[in-house]
């Protein structure tokens, strides 16, 4: 038996130098490769058929998953550049003045010339989402896996969530200001009012979700409660916790700008009502891209941390 | 005197809308210290429940079981357990899921580390201490599972099935390996599986169980010296043998329906 372990580890080493060698290439394959490593990795496999040496059937399908991985980096891109020749060619062909649409170039040149006001009244809307997002995620968080954890708290709290999940945020804004005033105070918190739902709704159902196989290894080591936690359940719990995090970050900035549109004096949101009133739609084109831009980015900040802490959840490319 | 003792235990559970099953009736076992004893019977015959027992994790609603004199109300430090699954966490390298037990019992240091290691070389998982478990193949899995169980030393070693799920060639290299870790290091054993040739092979005493109610059919002792392998041709008779009693009970029941159908 040990014949057989042993005569693969050079393999399984001589994988690892060659990791240390072509850097680039092997990060581009790592979460190709680690796909198939989960699907010949199931029990019943034997040990002759491990995917951890240089199989020749991985090293065939090296070329075709990076030039899928090529593609599917360039979809978003070809995408965007179809949506905007549409647009363009809708533009045309209906003959709308740039009033009621601009034109790509003129979006385009409305973002180049106001760089300074947008960039400014961008980073109020960021400032916005953020503060109000980490304070989501500070109430959510504890109060998802309380819930997880105790169905009294469940029963107890879920009728008053899914009710103030119910309510429409866009008709609390008004009341926002007049608790809160105009300044970032409403605004932080519509967006914590939008984030925070998907958010607890993750970590309950993450802390629900402990396998049962790992929860009854763990008990039968007689662990404190502090243990099982620790240890065990949110650790499992990270990847739906990160799922709620990342469907909350979209509604954060939508939270942010709904609460600009009900009374600011600044942000993107408060930038689009007033060029609206000023027919200049080119700007408040320019101000949903960067709006977007601003979505996009956190998102993909959200996914970067979650590749962080939750390496061994299963990363599609 | 025994080492554990399975006293009178009845499981009784409770379905749907007050319907009570017998799980087990009346169970009765002495298991001697270093003794291993495997439990066969067909599915529902209530030996994984036994088990959890025995291992402190569910308990009986008559009788009880005691380990070195003491009785068993919850789990305890001087067993461990393996089940069908290796339920390896998997944000944890081989060499963290192996020290997992250690860590909530509080006891860390370098002596620890090193017994990890020599466990992890015995069980051919030398180079491997690094790896993650999604990156193990099933059997090396189910080794670190194995390690894991030992690492506490314990002096019960209790298992749940652990290598149905695995192929036939990793299952009789993991039967070896875990006749040798248990020789050395005289363990007490109880083993629950499916397959009687795994049960005759492994097991000083086979304890075969029935279903509806879970209840101890016969004990039949396996003359055979251990350790023991397939390849040794004067023990493949006897083992053969124990095989076919076995089996010859177990289809008991099924035989005789099937008459008087």
Request: proline share 6%.
């Amino acid at each position: 038996m040990n014949g057989v372990v042993n005569g693969r580890r050079p393999e399984a080493k001589s994988q690892d130098s060659s990791a240390s060698g072509n850097a680039g290439l092997q990060d581009e394959l790592r979460s190709a490769e680690g796909n198939t490593r989960l699907e010949t990795a199931v029990p019943g496999e034997p040990p002759t058929q491990q995917p951890l040496g240089p199989d020749p059937a991985i090293a065939i399908g090296r070329i075709p998953l990076f030039e899928r991985r090529l593609v599917v980096a360039s979809l978003p891109l070809i995408a965007t550049a179809l949506f905007v020749l549409l647009w363009w060619v809708v533009k045309q062909a209906y003959g709308w003045n740039d009033v009621i649409l601009p034109s790509p170039g003129r979006v385009l040149g409305s973002l180049a010339k106001n760089s300074q006001l947008l960039t400014k009244h961008g980073l109020v809307t960021l400032q916005e989402t953020v503060l109000g997002y980490g304070l989501a995620i500070l109430i959510a968080v504890p109060l998802g896996v309380i819930i997880g954890y105790s169905w009294v708290v469940d029963k107890a709290l879920s009728p008053i969530l899914m009710g103030l999940n119910a309510v429409p945020k866009v008709a609390v804004a008004p009341l926002l200001i007049i608790w809160m005033g105009f300044g970032l105070e409403p605004k932080i918190a519509m967006v914590v009012l939008l984030s925070f739902f998907p958010i607890i709704l993750g970590a309950a159902s993450g802390i629900k979700a402990t396998p049962d196989d790992l929860a009854e290894m763990m008990r039968s080591l007689d662990p404190s409660a502090a243990q099982m936690f620790l240890k065990l359940r949110l650790r499992a719990a990270l990847p739906q916790i990160f799922v709620g995090l990342q469907v909350a970050i979209a509604l954060a900035v939508i939270g942010a700008v709904i609460g600009e549109f009900a009374g600011a004096t600044k942000g993107l949101g408060y930038l689009i009502t007033v060029s609206g009133g000023t027919a200049d739609t080119a700007l408040a084109f320019a101000a949903l891209v960067i709006l977007s831009v601003i979505s996009i980015a956190l998102y993909y900040i959200i996914l970067g941390v979650e590749r962080l802490l939750v390496p061994w959840a299963d990363h599609r490319p | 005197m025994p080492f554990l003792k399975i006293v009178n235990v009845s499981k009784v559970f409770t379905v749907g809308k007050g319907a009570a099953v017998n799980a087990l009736h009346r169970i009765n076992l002495d298991v001697r210290e270093g003794e291993f004893v495997t439990l066969v019977g067909r599915s529902g015959c209530g030996k994984s429940t036994l088990l959890r027992i025995v291992a402190g994790l569910v308990s009986a609603s008559a009788g009880h079981v005691e380990i070195g004199g003491s009785t068993v109300d919850r789990p305890r430090r001087d067993v461990g357990l393996m089940l069908q699954k290796p339920a390896l966490l998997p944000w944890r390298t081989t060499l963290e899921n192996v020290m997992l037990p250690l860590e909530i019992m509080g006891k860390k240091g370098r002596k620890y580390r090193d017994r990890a290691h020599e466990l992890l070389e015995t069980a051919g998982l030398s180079g491997f201490e690094g790896s993650y478990p999604r990156e193990l193949s099933g059997g090396m899995q189910q080794r670190v599972s194995l390690c894991r169980s030992l690492i506490h030393d314990p002096a019960v070693l209790l298992m749940d099935e652990p290598f149905a799920a695995l192929d036939a060639l990793t299952r009789e290299d993991l039967s070896n390996e875990l006749q040798r870790i248990s020789a050395r290091h005289n363990k007490t054993v109880i083993f629950v599986t499916h397959s009687i040739e795994e049960a005759v092979l492994l097991a000083d005493r086979v304890v075969v169980m029935s279903p509806r109610p879970g209840e101890v059919k016969r004990i039949i002792p396996i003359g055979v010296p251990r350790p023991r392998t397939l390849r040794k041709s004067e023990q493949t008779e006897a083992l053969a043998q124990a095989s076919s009693e076995l089996r010859d009970l177990l289809f008991e029941r099924a035989d005789v329906a099937e008459a008087a159908a």
